[in-house]
C-alpha cells in the first residue's frame, strides 16, 4: 500500500473513533435518560455534535480511500476501527476486555496485517 493509502486509512479510522467515543459521552452525559427532554439535551451536546463532525470528516476520508482500493479489501481493512474503539473504551470507560474480545482483536490485527501485505 502507498503512503496515500495508508494516511487516508489512518485518518479515517481515528475520526470513527473520535465520533464513537464523542456519541458515547454524549449519551452519558446527559443527566435525563427518558423522554422528550433527553432528547433536547442530547442534541444540546457538544459531544455529540463532535461525533457527527468526526463523522463527516471520516466520510470524506473513507471515500478518498476507497477510490484507491478495492471495496472488498477497503471493508476488510476499515474493521480495525472495532479494536481502537475498543481500546479507547478500555482506556476512557475503564470497560472490560474479556478473553473472548482479546481472541477477536487478535483475529482482526491478524487479518488486517494479511489484507495490508496482500
Known amino acids: 500500500m502507498s503512503t496515500l ?4 486509512w489512518l485518518i479515517n479510522i481515528t475520526c470513527d473513533t473520535v465520533g464513537q467515543i464523542a456519541f458515547k459521552y454524549a ?3 446527559s443527566k435525563h435518560k427518558a423522554g422528550l427532554h433527553y432528547w433536547q439535551n442530547l442534541f444540546g451536546n457538544y459531544w455529540l455534535w463532535l461525533g457527527f ?9 473513507w471515500l478518498a480511500f476507497l ?25 476512557l470507560f475503564k470497560e472490560h476486555i ?4 482479546l481472541i477477536g482483536i487478535l483475529f482482526i490485527t491478524l487479518g488486517v496485517v494479511l489484507v495490508g501485505l496482500n
Not at 463532525?53 to 476520508?61: E, N, Q
Not at 478495492?70 to 481502537?84: A, K, R, V, Y
Not at 474479556?98 to 474480545?101: A, D, Y
Open 5 to 8: 493509502i495508508i494516511i487516508l
Open 53 to 61: 463532525s468526526s463523522y463527516l470528516i471520516g466520510f470524506v476520508f
Open 27 to 29: 449519551a452519558i452525559t
Open 67 to 91: 477510490s484507491y482500493i478495492p471495496l472488498s479489501q477497503g471493508i476488510l481493512l476499515g474493521s480495525f476501527n472495532m479494536i481502537t474503539v475498543m481500546l479507547a473504551g478500555r482506556v
Open 98 to 101: 474479556t478473553p473472548f474480545r
